[in-house]
């Protein structure tokens, strides 16, 4: 009984390592979909990133050096990111066709020669990280390949250097969110200088007005020595306050109605400013946001690239995207095995 146990469980294994290996050996085989799939991700990301941020009340401060530089740098990764969408969908497209394998090699070749062409500035391929030799020479092995698959892998030296690039872009538009933020602000202070100043004047005389009329109702009910210290501070209630004879109520009734009318009248000064504050703290929330966009963007960027290259990378080397077998669909893979090995122990 042990000696059939045993060869069950021989069988059994060998059976799921067969089979197994055959599905592993099919996943050499081109299969577009998954590619496809992510292409049309990266497609709604491009998309996402490529949208401007709407300025309102920062609208006038646009055109200031810092953001001026940080849309500049921008620009051409979004230009990128469409460029490598549509490289994509010709992968698929030449895929789809009916041409031979040098065939669909050829027009694979000459599609990113064209692409190639119409950037042949100095400035602009070495801005990705690319030299006329390096595309030649991995043009070359592209028509020299012997199925689409391989030719699509001896064009991943070329994705990898412009998906470096694109990280690099990224990094050197992180690195200047920062200056864009000082120059911001640094503008909106200097417009909003005299306003600043004079309400921080004005919270600070209301603040002192409070505490003096604190210091007045302390003086008046707990300990009178409390008015030497009001009258030091405060020279405009002295003829009120300061008398030969000891206070009355009356001095303490004049001297807090003046106080509390001189807080009115902060008040009211401080609520003619209501709208320069609005604006200010308008300016000073869009900052905010549009940090919080670039900072989404940048992210959004990140892992989209990740993602698309790693597929291609796959792609090229006939894996399926996404590379791993879940637990359910390994379950299925092995059913057909277990059945067999159930029939054998019975029989």
């Not at 200097?190 to 003096?212: G, H, P, V």
Request: net charge negative; with cysteine; proline share 2%.
């Amino acid at each position: 009984m042990i000696e059939i146990k045993f060869k069950t469980i021989v069988v059994f294994v060998f059976l799921i390592l067969t089979q197994s290996c055959a599905v592993f050996k099919g996943r050499q085989e081109l299969d577009m979909q998954p590619f496809s799939d992510n292409t049309n991700v990266l497609f709604n990301e491009a998309m996402k990133i490529s949208r401007p941020f709407q300025f309102k009340s920062l609208s006038t401060y646009t055109d200031i050096t810092a953001y001026t530089s940080i849309k500049q740098k921008s620009l051409p990764l979004i230009h990128a990111l469409k460029g490598i969408v549509y490289y994509s969908n010709q992968l698929v497209a030449i895929s789809n066709s009916s041409m031979s394998e040098n065939g669909k090699n050829d027009q694979l070749a000459k599609y990113l020669s064209d692409a190639f062409e119409r950037v042949k500035h100095k400035e602009r391929m070495d801005s990705i990280g690319l030299s006329y030799s390096q595309v030649e020479f991995s043009l070359g092995e592209i028509r020299k390949a012997e199925t689409y698959r391989e030719g699509i892998e001896a064009s991943d030296p070329i994705i990898n250097t412009i998906v470096l690039s694109l990280s690099d872009r990224l990094d050197e538009i992180e690195a200047l969110i920062g200056e864009v933020i000082v120059s911001f602000d640094a503008n909106i202070y200097n417009d909003t200088k005299a306003t600043i100043d004079n309400y921080i004047t004005l919270k600070k005389l209301q603040n002192s007005t409070q505490k003096k009329i604190t210091q007045l109702y302390y003086a008046q009910s707990i300990d009178a020595s409390y008015i030497d210290s009001l009258i030091i501070s405060d020279h405009s209630i002295v003829p009120y306050l300061k008398k030969e004879r000891s206070l009355e109520q009356a001095d303490y009734d004049t001297a807090e109605e003046l106080l509390f009318k001189r807080l009115a009248n902060i008040d009211t000064m401080l609520r003619q400013l209501d709208d320069d504050k609005k604006e200010y703290m308008d300016m000073k929330e869009e900052i905010s946001r549009w940090h919080s966009q670039v900072d989404e963007k940048i992210s959004i960027a990140r892992n989209a690239i990740i993602v698309w290259s790693q597929s291609h990378k796959n792609l090229g080397k006939g894996i399926e995207v996404p590379p791993l077998i879940g637990i359910d669909s390994f379950l299925e893979l092995v059913k057909p095995t277990l059945n067999k090995a159930v029939d054998t122990v019975v029989l």
